[in-house]
């Protein structure tokens, strides 16, 4: 079993930051990309930026030079350092690892179960 589990997300003011954490734990062989996406009300989900193996990264256009992803490889874990936050950003942002369970395992997909984030004053 593999899980995901998100923290870090909440309310913050326009302009404000926010880091949220993500940390896989469970039977896990080795981990290649992680990522976030997020969702707001009536969209659909988005990649905001994604981390290989080998630290290296990919940013939606809306979110480069505020965001910055990073991951903790010891850790299993991976974060998203959100500045300069949006009304627009405002949404349940989503951890999604590709995982490599077992030696023998087939890589597939893993998502946590969500965090939510709102950008308000």
């Known amino acids: 079993q593999v899980q995901l589990v998100e923290s870090g997300g909440g309310l913050v003011q326009p302009g404000g930051s926010l880091r949220l954490s993500c940390a896989a734990s469970g039977s896990i062989f080795v981990i290649n990309a992680m990522g976030w996406y997020r969702q707001a009300p009536g969209k659909e989900r988005e990649l905001v930026a994604a981390?290989?193996?080998?630290?290296?990264?990919n940013y939606a256009d809306s979110v480069k030079g505020r965001f910055t992803i990073s991951r903790d490889n010891a850790k299993n874990t991976v974060y998203l350092q959100m500045n300069s936050l949006k009304p627009e950003d405002t949404a349940v942002y989503y951890c999604?690892?590709?995982?490599?369970?077992?030696?023998?395992?087939?890589?597939?997909?893993?998502w946590g179960q969500g965090t939510q984030v709102t950008v308000s004053s």
């Open positions: 999604n690892a590709l995982i490599r369970p077992t030696i023998v395992g087939r890589t597939r997909d893993y």
């Open positions: 981390v290989t193996s080998a630290a290296g990264t």
